[in-house]
């Protein structure tokens, strides 16, 4: 699950950095809010955290110090008068963030709330695609940059050994709203992350403390709503039946307006760690999720099973049968093999794609406000057996799996903490994520918080953000966001940051798209409440998942090298009996790797990591 998510978590990033950000209901602009990464992902939150909670739970000698710093959640930090550190003076941070995929930083709105309100300018350090080796680099020079976000603990305790972490620990007195509202994840850093010196050097991020069934899923699966209808909506009872439906579609739509062909799957490759991704996505239509080498199926009580991801029983073979047979009916795109996940955005967006997938960022920008008004675009089609697993409504009190840092030799350390803090603030992400009050937002009644129409324009993408930029910018650019972006606002009619989901849908209203599917499933609000109603729909538990060690991570990476080539092989076989013979090859093959070894640990890592974070929980 752990290193799943954190990929989904990144693909999500990279597609909202190419879709307008804030969309509306749910196929707007083929945008999400951000979920989670991994560990205990989430998408809501509990905005009563206090220091006093953090000060009760945590054993360390601290406490003291934390529960008199940190009255309550959005304080502001004081910065000392060290050079370059008070209020009025302006320093430039460096911060390097492995999960960033940005060059430069056009930081746009969102600079310019940083300046004003902090006097902070940032400098990204690039990954240049490759953050495993920039990451080793900086620590084999034995300093980093002021800023830096970790995607794994691996790399998070060696700098911890190396000293070139500054620990948190011994200035929370800056980092009242760290405290007040990510306590849970200071307290896991201690206790499971501090590389045994029972402190912590750093904290998780998006962090939400309950989950919320608010607003609108990201998951689908996704299908061309309008093609749907024309056929009539057939009943669809399981993931199979989605075949003869799309077939029927292709057949009616051969092709687009200019020409190009159409096809019910287009795949690629881009985001492949140890499986086809896009063939293991199709676990959160199931009922289940994955970490490491094992599926995970969780049952209404609670409880949950484990099947090895090489079993005959497990969804990830189901998902490869599947796309096999859609290639057999002419369904898969033949790209697929070599194109891109940029390609794929394009077709999609030209209307090339019938399945827009199991997320709402795999079919680019079809769902224009033009095409939703006239009710043509992807919307989620429920089949019967299906059950949704809502990983964007879990709690993640832990984090996401990814961390932020402060490197040791940084020589403007308030600030450091000052921006860091920022963003573990309620008001501080409200204003990363949306601007300032009067361009794309603003309140009526009081305190009720709407889209205005110049930020309908900017969702839809004719016109920037007021200082240039898309909303969002302000944690995408860098995938840095203390505190989820689902987060409820008690100063905003308990409203969540991402306007995605406001209740006050003033210049927004339904378009014709929407409209109709929601009056075709009689959806009252959002598709959150509606799939758990209907008990399609379930909120895994939190898990603090942990890296694989080096000798099950060598293992699971043959073994996975193996899977993705067989699995692509599978796909494309010419016929059942290749496509038998792929798989069970693949599966001794593994077996003779050690695969037993690596379910084992999978098994046992993931039930004690269940286990772990219950305590987190608030």
Not at 74 to 82: I, K, L, Q, W
Not at 498 to 526: E, Q, V
Request: proline share 4%; net charge negative.
């Amino acid at each position: 699950m752990n290193k799943l998510k954190g990929a989904l978590a990144l693909a999500l990033a990279l597609a909202l950095s190419l879709t307008a950000a804030c969309s509306g209901n749910t196929g707007a602009s083929g945008s999400a809010a951000s979920p989670a990464a991994s560990n205990t992902s989430g998408s809501a939150a509990d905005n009563s955290a206090n220091a006093t909670t953090e000060a009760a739970a945590s054993p360390s000698a601290n406490a003291a110090t934390e529960a008199a710093a940190s009255p309550s959640a959005d304080n502001a930090a004081s910065p000392d008068s060290a050079d370059g550190n008070n209020p009025q003076d302006v320093v430039t941070l460096q911060i390097f963030s492995m999960p960033s995929n940005a060059v430069i930083l056009d930081q746009s709105y969102w600079g310019d709330i940083l300046l004003k309100d902090l006097g902070v300018k940032l400098e990204i350090i690039p990954t240049g695609g490759q953050p495993d080796e920039k990451m080793q680099t900086l620590m084999a020079g034995g300093s980093f940059p002021d800023i830096v976000v970790f995607t794994d603990n691996t790399h998070f305790t060696q700098a911890i050994s190396n000293n070139m972490l500054v620990c948190l620990d011994d200035h929370l007195d800056k980092l009242p709203n760290m405290v007040a509202n990510a306590g849970s994840a200071l307290r896991f850093m201690r206790d499971s992350n501090s590389n045994g010196t029972g402190k912590a050097y750093g904290c998780g991020i998006g962090v939400i403390n309950n989950p919320v069934l608010t607003g609108d899923t990201y998951i689908g699966p996704f299908l061309r709503w309008d093609y749907y209808k024309e056929l009539g909506a057939p009943q669809i009872k399981t993931l199979e039946d989605f075949l003869p439906v799309l077939k029927q579609m292709q057949d009616a739509h051969p092709t687009t307006e200019d020409g190009s062909k159409v096809y019910g799957f287009s795949l690629f490759k881009d985001w492949d760690s140890g499986n086809i991704t896009l063939a293991n996505y199709y676990l959160y239509l199931e009922g289940s999720d994955s970490f490491g080498s094992t599926e995970i199926k969780y049952n209404d009580d609670g409880t949950f099973k484990f099947t090895s991801r090489l079993d005959d029983g497990s969804v990830y073979y189901k998902a490869l049968k599947f796309l096999y047979n859609a290639n057999q009916m002419g369904l898969v795109d033949p790209d697929s093999l070599t194109q891109s996940f940029g390609d794929l955005q394009t077709k999609a967006t030209n209307g090339q794609v019938l399945f827009g997938g199991q997320f709402n960022f795999l079919y680019g920008s079809f769902n224009t406000t033009d095409n939703m008004s006239k009710g043509i675009g992807f919307m989620p089609v429920y089949y019967d057996s299906e059950r949704v697993n809502m990983l964007d409504a879990m709690a993640s009190p832990t984090g996401n799996g990814w961390y932020v840092g402060l490197g040791s030799n940084t020589k403007y350390l308030d600030k450091c903490l000052a921006y860091v803090d920022y963003m573990y603030s309620i008001d501080g992400m409200w204003k990363m994520v949306n601007g300032n009050q009067g361009d794309l937002w603003d309140v009526e009644n009081g305190n009720d918080p709407y889209v205005t129409q110049t930020g309908v324009d900017i969702i839809n993408g004719t016109t920037p953000m007021q200082g240039g930029g898309k909303a969002m910018d302000g944690i995408y650019a860098l995938n840095f966001n203390g505190i989820s972006e689902a987060t409820l606002n008690p100063s905003y009619n308990n409203q969540p940051i991402n306007c995605n989901n406001w209740a006050n849908i003033k210049y927004r209203p339904d378009t014709a798209l929407i409209a109709d599917w929601k009056n075709f499933y009689n959806i009252k609000t959002g598709s959150k409440a509606y799939l758990s109603e209907k008990g399609k729909g379930f909120v895994p538990p939190a898990a603090a998942t942990p890296s694989m060690p080096d000798d099950i991570k060598n293992i699971y990476s043959q073994i996975g090298d193996l899977v993705k080539t067989a699995s692509w092989k599978m796909v494309f076989a010419k016929d059942q009996t290749t496509f038998d013979s792929l798989w069970n090859d693949v599966k001794t093959q593994a077996a003779g790797l050690g695969l037993d070894n690596v379910n084992q640990w999978s098994m046992n890592a993931y039930t004690q990591a269940v286990t772990d974070a219950a305590k987190y929980n608030k």
